[in-house]
């Protein structure tokens, strides 16, 4: 694994990998602020022959995940594959809001006029993303947001690794990995002859389902911009001579790692996962057709005269007993990377009948595009046609609607914000606490993800004190988190938080001025029950799963029970405490192997447990986390106020 990157600030890395596109494909603009990559509006609207089979596309399709998978997704953007990509920071989902934004502003999903009434002529959305939980949650938050604002919108996820069983993957299911850059193929291409919403949809699940990949690696890799030491423990080192069997993109642990065997016998054990049906732990597709297209993808860093022997290997044991397949289409090059990783990945596409009564997958797959992170070039005409065009769609997504008054008001604004700032504080001097636990059991970034989020939220809060009403104030600290924060988190924390606003109209009853009253330690835990029930939809997480779900359900409780800040914060303690030799069932820690999850407690947990300590007084925090973060909150250097059972709970 090599340390040493041209680039070491991993936020300048990201940006300026995703204006490369606009460099390299004039027919794609970028949002910065949101870090989308999206067609320029009017690409493509040449009358030649060239651009007439795209000039009827109803279906945008949008897709993305965490940088570093370049060129997925940013290099997919383009006439005939993606409509738009949304970026995360490295090895971590987008936030809900910056999906929200290419849904409603970045792509065309308005409907267009119906003649017969139908719905045939209507524009939608189609968004694909990979099986991993922060994807899954956030850009399904923000499917439910689009859809809520009237959008068709549907989303396709992916799962085609077989590296780890059904056994160990348990909840999680199948991870995603380069078999996806097929199915974002196809649907493309579909799209762009005119095809439905349900038929793009239809056909997307199809190919989803007819995909196995497993990838193998010599080492993991190393993001820019982090220590080395948070890259795992020693263990987690491959040693000289191992290669891993299903290592994830994200470094996460596979099969089996086997040393001394060369790449026959490599190639041959990666085969056998993936067609094997006596395997029933990973038999989770049965490769009959008489057509199959095999994509051999580079990880990032093996050269093309290695891949190019890898490729050969392949191909030859496919065409050998017991196999005899002789792929239809053979795929090879850099589709989907590990940043620089020492490895590669094989997929094996089933190719079957779309039943749509026209195009077949082949067919779609050969679909010329003008994305260059594909195959194809972009052409000369495009180079033209796009020169003087310097449209880009800068109107934003409209905003949400203003949240109205849910009745319960802080008697003491002041008091609640400053044992709000107390909490947050808690956490930020917590980070490295809880990223040395995350770099034992997870990637290391759960400490900085939430010191970041609070940072931000007292930044907020000193530009913008508590001003009483409960909702409306959680609803712009809300904006903040969903902006700030990223990742399995960020998207948990935005729904709960989301779902506590309107649970706060609720138990309040949205009054008039006569009908206000104090917000006290009951409400709260009313309106917290009711978040919790709203999460448990988008989560199958609960309390035994070593998730942040350990120490906010048990504070739920204790505070229900109770109406004592005090003893929830301490109930929320011992749930997090409990997460020290639990076994995950959800997150990429299901993936990592080891004995580190007997060592230390569930990151999350901890850290949202500091929150509540901080918040009920119970912990003192010098905020030595962050020297700005003391001056960023009105009433910060004020001293800690005691928080009794009485306490309002801001």
Not at 321 to 335: A, E
Request: net charge negative.
């Amino acid at each position: 694994m090599s340390n040493r990157h041209f680039i070491n600030d991993p936020n300048h890395l990201v940006l300026t990998a995703l204006q490369s596109t606009t460099l390299l494909n004039p027919g794609v603009a970028l949002d910065t602020t949101n870090k989308i990559v999206y067609l320029r509006p009017g690409y493509g609207s040449s009358s030649s022959s060239h651009n007439a089979s795209h000039q009827k596309q109803k279906v945008s399709l949008i897709s993305g995940g965490g940088s570093g998978h370049e060129p997925s997704f940013s290099s997919m953007v383009g006439r005939g594959l993606l409509s738009a990509c949304v970026a995360g920071t490295i090895f971590a989902s987008p936030s809900a809001e910056q999906v929200r934004r290419a849904i409603m502003g970045r792509v065309d999903h308005n409907s267009l006029s119906t003649d017969h009434g139908d719905g045939d002529n209507e524009r939608g959305v189609l968004v694909v993303v990979m099986n991993y939980t922060g994807d899954v949650l956030n850009f399904g938050l923000a499917v439910e947001k689009a859809k809520a604002a009237g959008v068709n919108v549907e989303m396709v996820v992916v799962g085609d690794d077989v590296g780890v069983g059904r056994t160990k993957a348990g909840k999680v299911g199948r991870r995603g990995i380069a078999g996806t850059v097929l199915v974002q193929k196809i649907a493309g291409a579909l799209a762009s002859q005119g095809r439905s919403l349900k038929e793009v949809t239809m056909v997307a699940n199809l190919v989803a389902d007819n995909l196995v990949s497993v990838g193998a690696s010599l080492e993991h890799v190393h993001v820019p911009g982090r220590r080395a030491e948070t890259h795992g423990a020693e263990d987690k080192t491959l040693k000289e001579g191992e290669v891993e069997i299903g290592m994830g993109i994200h470094n996460e642990q596979g099969s089996s790692r086997e040393k001394g065997i060369g790449l026959r016998e490599l190639v041959g054990k990666m085969l056998k996962q993936l067609l094997d049906q006596s395997d029933k732990d990973r038999a989770f597709l049965e490769v009959n057709s008489n057509e199959v297209v095999l994509l051999v993808n580079n990880l990032g860093g093996v050269s093309p005269l290695e891949m190019g022997g890898i490729v050969t290997e392949v191909v030859t044991q496919l065409a050998d007993k017991p196999y005899g397949i002789k792929p239809v289409r053979t795929l090879s090059g850099t589709y989907m990377t590990s940043l620089n990783g020492l490895g590669f990945s094989i997929s094996l596409l089933n190719v079957v009948n779309t039943d749509i009564g026209g195009p077949g997958m082949i067919e779609l797959l050969d679909y010329p595009c003008e994305a260059h992170g594909w195959t194809a070039p972009i052409s000369k005409l495009t180079w033209e046609e796009q020169r003087d065009n310097k449209q880009t769609r800068e109107n934003d997504a409209k905003s949400e609607e203003e949240v109205r008054a849910c009745g319960l008001t802080f008697a003491q604004p002041e008091k609640a914000q400053k044992q709000l700032v107390a909490g947050l504080k808690a956490v930020i001097a917590a980070e490295p606490e809880v990223t040395k636990y995350d770099t034992t059991v997870g990637d290391g970034d759960c400490g900085i993800g939430l010191k970041r989020g609070a940072e931000a939220i007292l930044s907020h809060l000193n530009k913008n004190p508590l001003t009483g009403d409960a909702a409306i104030d959680l609803s712009k600290i809300v904006t903040v988190v969903e902006q700030t924060m990223d990742g399995t988190s960020g998207a948990l924390y935005g729904i709960f938080l989301n779902a506590l606003v309107a649970s706060l109209h609720t138990v309040g009853g949205g009054g008039g001025e006569s009908d206000k009253k104090a917000v006290d330690g009951n409400a709260w835990a009313a309106a917290l029950k009711l978040s919790c029930e709203a999460l448990s939809k988008y989560t199958p997480a609960r309390p035994g799963d070593r998730t942040l779900i350990d120490a906010l359900y048990p504070f739920v409780d204790a505070l229900e029970k109770t109406g004592d800040v005090k003893k929830a914060a301490e109930a929320a303690k011992q749930g997090a405490e409990g997460t020290k030799g639990m076994k995950a069932n959800l997150g990429r820690t299901v993936y990592i192997g080891g004995s580190g999850f007997e060592q230390v407690p569930d990151p999350g947990a901890w850290g949202l447990a500091k929150f509540f300590l901080g918040l009920a007084g119970i912990e003192k925090s010098d905020g030595g986390g962050s020297s700005n973060a003391n001056k960023q909150a009105k009433g910060s250097d004020d001293g800690w106020e005691e928080v009794s059972k009485e306490a309002e709970l801001p």
